[in-house]
């Protein structure tokens, strides 16, 4: 139920179809090109969020590519209507980048920032470090876990920690930048926060994402306990 599934319909005929049968992610937003022989998309993919590109073409055998690999959360993106040169212009966040507009070149998928609309606030202002870890559950899966330091960490000194059990249940803990639950902020009073994608979070596949239904109490509490141990 919490999957979002990439489909086309005919509009003639009326009959859709999934495109993405074998696809274990949930689909945000999607879009045609030009010509409409290919669809661009978004998913979540281990807790970030990723452009990926479907081609209709039977020649190419219908074959998916992502076009991404980017540290942080494409929020909504636009294809341009050239057909030889197509662009991509998408915005972008963060745990320490508020929403920008990025251009993405679709062969290379390297994306460069074209707005800075925040780049002189954030000059005067210290952010802390993000860093992914991989931590073991009880029962030996592997579970991604943000990290956020405060800044001018000082790995020789003890701090408090804050353990972030948001998620929904069943919404992502990603690469985001919220403008209520704030990880540098938190960070920023001396805090480290630990941010872990426990058990029933999107973007891992519909089997970690299912693993939370009738055991709220149970797996998934043990992943917060595992992540903070």
Known sequence: ADRNRLMIIDLASKQKKELLTNFDYSVTKADFNAQSNKIYFLAGMRATYQLLEFDLNIKAKKTMRKITNVRGDIQDFSISGDAKNPTCIFSMCSHSLPTEIFKLDLTTGIPNQISNINTDMLA????????????????????LVWVIYPPDFDSTKKYPALLYCQGGPQ????????????????????????????????????????AIVGEHGGLPIQDLLSAMD
């Open 124 to 143: 005067g202002i210290k952010v802390g470090a993000t860093k992914e870890r991989t931590v073991k559950t009880i029962d030996g899966k592997d579970m």
């Open 171 to 210: 919404s992502t803990v990603s690469q985001f930048y919220s403008y209520r639950w704030n990880f540098q902020m938190m960070a920023a009073q001396g805090y480290i926060v630990v941010a872990p994608n426990r058990r029933g979070l999107p973007s891992f596949g519909e089997e970690w994402n299912d």
